[in-house]
């Protein structure tokens, strides 16, 4: 059986990322993948609103980038997509943005909770010792939620990050999980098992088991990715997330192409 795709890579471009889209993919060749997605992070309106992504003018050289990489390495097939962040408001940029090129699929994540905390940001911690645990989770699970009732996303990035340095709290958070997935299962959005997950503090793939689980019950579909951020981790750990997908019963992964999806064989 082929390994499922890995939807979910970056490049130097997001400023936090190493190696070249042409390097990433003989990367996947090495590992044995036949089929790639670059989802870098997407721009906002504003460039200054952050340092971790491109700015909106570098769009073109991303696709470029994606483009050498296919025309470099035609036996693999490499999907263009954008990892988006969602923030409420933010919902007429994104639309503007996915009509500015032939997108694959969107990835939407949640990495802000307001409008200047990103709670997966290393030098942020501080304000997770300020907050109530429960109250940042929550509004986490509520932004994934509007991100899938905003149909503008083919896929949820990393549907648990905000476990990643390992706040938890003590309450049970199976009522955010089950709204959520509801959600996605309503408006045929997947979620990704994203292996990044298992390179940080938290050691689990994104989302964990219990999550991923109530995702099955309900329907949901799933992708893979690596969130590789350097061509080394392109197709890391996916034997642990093929193995956890199997393991709570999924068979098929979802594949993107011009915004449609189709299944394939786990
Ligand atoms: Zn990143
Ligand atoms: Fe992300
Ligand atoms: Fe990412
Ligand atoms: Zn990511």
């Not at 996947?28 to 870098?40: C, K, P, Q, R, W």
């Not at 951020?229 to 709570?248: Q, T, Y």
């Amino acid at each position: 059986m082929p390994l499922p795709a890995d939807y979910h890579m970056h490049t130097p471009l997001c400023r936090h990322a190493a190696g070249e889209p042409v390097e990433y993919a003989a990367r996947a060749i090495e590992v044995g993948l036949t089929e790639i997605g670059f989802s870098d992070h997407s721009p906002m309106r504003q460039d200054n609103f952050d340092e971790w992504r491109m700015n909106a003018d570098q769009l073109s050289e991303y696709v470029e980038k994606v483009e050498k990489a296919r025309a470099d390495y035609p036996q693999l097939k490499i999907r263009l997509a954008l990892e988006v962040d969602y923030i409420p408001g933010h919902e007429d940029w994104i639309r503007e943005l996915s009509a500015m090129y032939p997108w694959d699929y969107l990835i939407g994540s949640v990495h802000y909770v307001s409008d200047d905390w990103e709670v997966d940001h290393p030098d942020k911690l501080s304000e997770w010792r300020s907050r109530d645990k429960m109250q940042v989770w929550g509004v986490y699970f509520d932004r994934l939620t509007m991100a899938a009732e905003s149909r503008l996303f083919d896929i949820i990035g990393h549907a648990d990050l905000v476990k990643k340095f390992c706040f938890y709290p003590d309450r049970d958070c199976t009522p955010l999980f089950e709204r959520f997935l509801h959600s996605a299962a309503k408006n045929n959005t997947a979620i990704e098992l994203n292996t990044a997950g298992l390179r940080k503090e938290c050691r689990e793939i994104y989302p964990a088991r219990h999550i991923l689980n109530l995702a099955f019950t309900r329907g949901v579909r799933v992708t893979f990715g690596s969130d590789a951020h350097k061509p080394d981790e392109v197709g890391m750990d996916f034997e642990a997330a093929i193995r956890l997908a199997r393991s709570v019963g999924y068979t098929h992964w979802s594949r993107y192409a011009g915004r449609e999806f189709s299944y394939a064989r786990l």
